[in-house]
């Protein structure tokens, strides 16, 4: 890491830090940092750190998202739907749509909290972080369901002649 990138994140710890304290927010900077990039974060004012956290968080939320997404809606337009789709059966995909609801409730939570105060959002912090591992251990599940299923994938019937792209 660059001297530069490295004094950046210093920077970015020491403003969380006060916030942290100031709002009792349960996650460290090292730990937040390690689950939502925050070295990536470009924070203009510390006045909007806690924001640009949040649209961190809905980030990497939105790439689960993205992963269910075509499983619990799939297109009959996609390939890659069909195929992924096939690899869950149905009490399965309805355990994924509670999951995939769960997520995009997060998500219009992190819009709201972020129009409010800096303390909403440290709510929404703790929040989030109270559920992460299971957020997280619930996306490596499907992760590495999908993963195996493609690795099986020339077992999958496709019917590639009915495909229209």
Request: charged fraction near 30%.
């Amino acid at each position: 890491m660059a001297s530069e990138e490295k004094g950046k994140l210093s920077v970015l710890e020491e403003e969380y830090n006060v916030l942290r304290k100031k709002y009792k927010l349960a996650p460290s900077f090292a730990d937040l940092d390690r689950e939502f990039e925050l070295g990536i974060l470009e924070v203009e004012d510390s006045r909007i750190l806690l924001k640009r956290i949040l649209e961190n968080i809905a980030g990497i939320m939105n790439r689960f998202i993205n992963l269910i997404e075509p499983i619990v809606n799939p297109s009959p337009d996609s390939l890659h739907s069909l195929i992924e789709s096939k690899m869950f059966d149905n009490v399965e995909i309805s355990k994924l749509f509670v999951f995939y609801k769960k997520l995009w409730f997060l998500i219009h939570e992190q819009i709201l909290a972020s129009l409010e105060d800096e303390q909403a959002q440290a709510e929404y912090i703790n929040k989030v972080w109270k559920q992460w591992p299971e957020i997280k251990k619930e996306t490596k599940r499907i992760t590495i369901k999908i993963c195996k299923g493609w690795g099986e994938s020339e077992q999958i019937e496709t019917h590639r002649e009915n495909y229209v792209g």
